[in-house]
């Protein structure tokens, strides 16, 4: 079978397991992987707050005030989640699951960060903004420079904003964790992440200056408190964002919300050649492994490659496919699964 298009996630997926590789991006007819269930939801505070910003810079670059952007991009955001609970309510036969912001505190959660956000960057305004959501798709000899990369898929990615400054174009991406990264001087110019995004912005925008990880921090645990009526509490998440929004703030007994890094080198010169050159030889792997391979259809199980037990339990957490791996591919673990319709990276 042929890969079209490749990008960060699969390739770091392919490096953690192969197994998890063929489940979430090869099995199924369409041959984009199966996803769980409940999926498309589970993060919904990330997934609202990546569109928040996306309609917020939008109108920011388009002259709003920050507070008029706010305003458009919170009733954008209560529309998207209309939509995606709908979508799931479809998924899961007829009502979206109870956990899927049945009671309304994710959203108002999600406005409150927007709130939050939008005073707290207001400066953002004058940013000259060169690209929002802006999803590439880069043919493999241009993105390598070699022709001889012809036969290998696509670079694809999504860059969340790009804006312009004296030094060359900026790239930031948005990061919505429970726990953020606060050690990244030294690691930032190896991020995959960062090395992709500047090679495709440098192919259509010119050559980056650097790389920006702005980091909101979702509440670990926002629940009422023994006699908080649920409006009380409602009225306490709409505040939080707005009344911590550093995450070196000196509050009592509290954390911040927002971590924005300064603008992070990028790897460059004969370092980043050799890093896209080794890259370029994992897409070649991850092609050849499923070469002269048909579509497989869910359930059928991975063809000669290799599971990686050591991957299945990390940072707390168990792999999603862990069922499939563990009891077999079955109508009763694959009930859990979905086609997935597209492959974001
Ligand atoms: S459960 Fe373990 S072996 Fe199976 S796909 Fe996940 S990481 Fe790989």
Known sequence: MKIAEIGTSQRTCWQLCRAKHYHAFI???GGNGIVPLAEPLAPLFGRCGHY????WYWHLANGAHPEEACGMASEAVRKFVQEQRAEMAKAFGGRPPSYIDGDGSELTLVESFLNGYASYYADDRHLDIISIEWSFTIPAEIFYDDPSA?????CRGTIDLVFDTPDGPVIMDHKFNQYLETDLTSRA????QAINYARAAEVSF??????ILNQIRKP????PTNGESFDDFLSRIRSEYVSYPDYNGDYP????YFLRSGILPILEGGRARRYLEEQKHLDREIVEAYAGMEAP??????????RNWDACHRWGAHCEYLDLCEYGYNPATLAAFQEREEVHM
Not at 52 to 55: G, R
Request: proline share 12%; net charge positive; glycine share 12%.
């Open 297 to 306: 259809a869910v359930g059928e199980p991975p063809p000669h490659i290799r």
């Open 206 to 211: 010119g050559k980056v200056a650097g790389f």
């Open 253 to 256: 007994r509290k954390r911040g």
């Open 220 to 223: 670990t645990s926002l629940r």
């Open 150 to 154: 012809r036969d290998l898929p696509s």
């Open 189 to 192: 110019s190896f991020w995959p």
């Open 52 to 55: 928040a910003l996306q309609v």
């Open 27 to 29: 099995m199924g007819k």
